[in-house]
């Protein structure tokens, strides 16, 4: 079991309660998911030319003001760390790639979480409302959110380990079930390029997508791409700095409802999630079709 969660704002004036709306979602997943849990937050984007960098500080006690400067004598140009615990958001004007290759060689205990111009990542292990209180997450503000409560199945508990999984830019992934052939997703990935950083099932279908949109796809086609590539039981909610995206596999066997108001459109792997939100009792609530891909833009 895991539990899966996204919601869309598309009443504007909803967004400063993006966080206020999502944490009883992802709390009430808990007991799908009591081991890890992770947000996804999308907001407005920084600057053309800015990335935004979430960062992750593994071991040890976390020294964010002493990496800021040591990052700032490595590259000239403005950055700008934003902490709050084991977690910070860098924004800089600096190459991905160069920031990647500096963090490996100046701080190896942190990892790097997602980058984009709109995504902001938090994982952790410990129960969903730990760490939204850890985070407070609940007072986050944005257009729309993917999350995720895991129940550990088939690799280790670890922040790593823990949902959602990111490739590229303003793209990451949540997965309710289990692949068959993760490996034999990997082993023909890795010559073409792709690099994974764990041995988790659901970061083998983040990098299929990964890979089919490097080579042109959209997120749909990349997506229907999937089903004959993907082997097993699979619920994926997907987010994009565009779009929020859902589908399941041929047998659907794995839960999810949506409900769908002019307001927003709130996903969960179970409806109680979705209980408290406003207006939920005149949404169109429904269970999305065996392998039919459903995205809404923001």
């Known amino acids: 079991m895991c539990g899966i969660v996204g919601l869309l704002l598309k009443e504007p004036t909803l967004r400063d309660k993006l966080g206020e709306l999502m944490a009883p979602m992802l709390i009430g ?24 960098i979430s960062l992750f500080w593994g ?37 991905p790639e160069d920031v990647r290759r500096w963090f490996a060689a100046a701080a190896p205990q942190v990892y790097l979480l997602s980058v984009g111009s709109s995504i902001d990542l938090y994982k952790d292990i410990g129960a969903p409302a730990q760490i939204v209180a850890r985070y407070g997450l609940d007072k986050a503000v944005g257009t729309h959110v993917v999350a995720h409560t895991r129940m550990a199945t088939e690799s ?24 068959s052939n993760p490996h034999l997703v990997r082993k023909k990935l890795e010559p073409l390029g792709i690099t994974f950083v764990t041995d988790n099932d659901t970061e083998a279908a983040c990098r299929f997508f990964e890979w089919r949109m490097r080579e042109g796809d959209d997120l749909t086609t990349a997506v229907q791409r999937g089903f004959s590539e993907l082997d097993g039981f699979f619920t994926f909610l997907m987010g994009t700095d565009k779009e929020m995206l859902i589908v399941r596999d041929a047998f659907a066997c794995k839960p999810a409802v949506v409900a769908e108001t002019d307001d927003y459109v ?33």
């Open 156 to 179: 280790a508990v670890t922040p790593a380990h823990a949902h959602p999984f990111t490739a590229g830019r303003d793209f990451c992934l949540v997965h309710n079930g289990s692949l």
């Open 59 to 95: 071991e040890g006690v976390a020294d964010w003001k002493s990496l800021a400067r040591d990052f700032s004598a490595a590259f000239s140009g403005k950055s700008q760390f934003t902490e709050t615990g084991r977690h910070a958001v860098l924004q800089t004007a600096t190459a």
């Open 266 to 298: 709130a996903i969960a792997s179970e409806f109680r999630s979705l209980a408290h939100l406003p207006g939920v009792r005149h949404a169109h609530v429904f269970e999305p079709k065996p392998e039919e891909v459903y995205s809404w833009k923001v």
């Open 29 to 52: 997943m808990t007991s799908r998911g009591p081991d890890s849990a992770g947000v996804a937050l999308f907001s407005e984007p920084v600057d053309d030319g800015v990335s935004k």
